[in-house]
Structure formats: structure tokens, C-alpha cells
């Protein structure tokens, strides 16, 4: 089964990540988030199916996030306007994502991925 795996290949964390999904052999299908980011759609999708709550899908250490100072501002908005705003700008997204057709796993953590992937 072939997993889209969401990335920024600037991100240390995704190159981890990547190579990990190589080792393991698990087949996949790249994808820059910044050169091509989700759209509102794919990511209300995306949310609903990882059953987590929507503010896991934001960057929430990158700049663009502080800068935005999101932080004290995402509490005051509905889920359609979160959802129009990470699909504006792929820095916006945690990253990596990999989107299977019954998982959606949001960041690298080894034991998960290896729990859902393997």
C-alpha cells in the first residue's frame, strides 16, 4: 500500500523522516508542501480521518505561525477559517504528514510510525 508523504525537503525532521520510510521500505509518494500545499479540502479530510484536533495540523514552531501569532488567535476561530488559513501557506502545516487511505499520522515519531506503517 502506497502512503502520500507530505514534506519540506529543507526540514531536517522530514529528511529523517524520509530516509526512515526508505529503510523501511515502505513505498510512498513525495510531496513538497510548499511547492504544492494541501488544500482546504484535503486537510479537512485529512483531519477527520486522524480523529486529532485540528491545531495538531499548524507548524506551531515555525515563523511563520509566531509571526502570524496564531497562538492566542486559534481559539477565536471557526474550523473552516483555520482550515482556509493552513491551506494558504505550506509553512503553516506540520510537517511531515503521511496520508494512507486509513491513517493520517502529523509529525515523525519513530514508535508511531513504526506502530501504523509496519
Known amino acids: 500500500m502506497k502512503v502520500l508523504f507530505l514534506e519540506y525537503p529543507k526540514c531536517t525532521t522530514c529528511k529523517k523522516a524520509k530516509k526512515w520510510l526508505e ?18 479540502d484535503e486537510l479537512k479530510s485529512w ?3 486522524s480523529r486529532l484536533p485540528l491545531k495538531r495540523f499548524f507548524n506551531t514552531s515555525g515563523l511563520l ?5 496564531l497562538k492566542d488567535r486559534l481559539a477565536d476561530m471557526s474550523e473552516e477559517e483555520q482550515l482556509r488559513l493552513l491551506s494558504g501557506d505550506g509553512m503553516l502545516v506540520k510537517r511531515p504528514l503521511i496520508i494512507g487511505e486509513d491513517k493520517v499520522l502529523v509529525g515523525f515519531k519513530e514508535a508511531e510510525w513504526e506502530k501504523t506503517l509496519l
Open 23 to 40: 529503510e523501511h521500505k515502505v513505498d510512498f509518494e513525495g510531496r513538497d508542501i510548499k511547492e504544492k500545499n494541501p488544500t482546504a
Open 65 to 69: 505561525y509566531k509571526s502570524m501569532q
Open 47 to 49: 483531519h477527520e480521518r
